[in-house]
Nanobody, 125 residues
């Protein structure tokens, strides 16, 4: 079993940056075995895939809507996955969740077994 805890959300203006953190814990967790992803959900909308980090080789995948603006990376010593978000737009406003699964990455929420509680990101002038 794995526990996930997000942090780093907040209220920012368009064009600003934020860095989200996802701290992973649990006796079974290792980046060699588990892939980690970020999703987001805006009010009244379905949960949307944002980015993922594959187990072992750390291959990174991004949704088209965030490509070139967001960067996912990990700190293996701290068992933490980060989402650096630059040039934020109002349409990035959502609750951001990190999720983990054993095996390769997926771009649908149904593919992930463990979830954090989420952190709110609001982009508004």
């Amino acid at each position: 079993q794995v526990q996930l805890q997000e942090s780093g959300g907040g209220l920012v203006q368009p064009g600003d940056s934020l860095r989200l953190s996802c701290a992973l814990s649990g006796a079974s967790f290792t980046f060699k075995t588990w892939s980690v992803a970020w999703f987001r959900q805006a009010p009244g909308k379905e949960r949307q895939y944002v980015s993922s980090l594959a187990r072992d080789d750390g291959n990174k995948i991004y949704a088209n809507s965030v490509k070139g603006r967001f960067t996912i990376y990990r700190d293996t010593a701290e068992n933490t996955v980060y989402l650096q978000m630059n040039r934020l737009k109002p349409e990035d406003t959502a609750v951001y969740y990190c999720a983990a699964r054993v095996g390769g990455t997926r771009d649908t929420s149904e593919g992930y077994d463990y979830w954090g509680q989420g952190t709110q990101v609001t982009v508004s002038s």
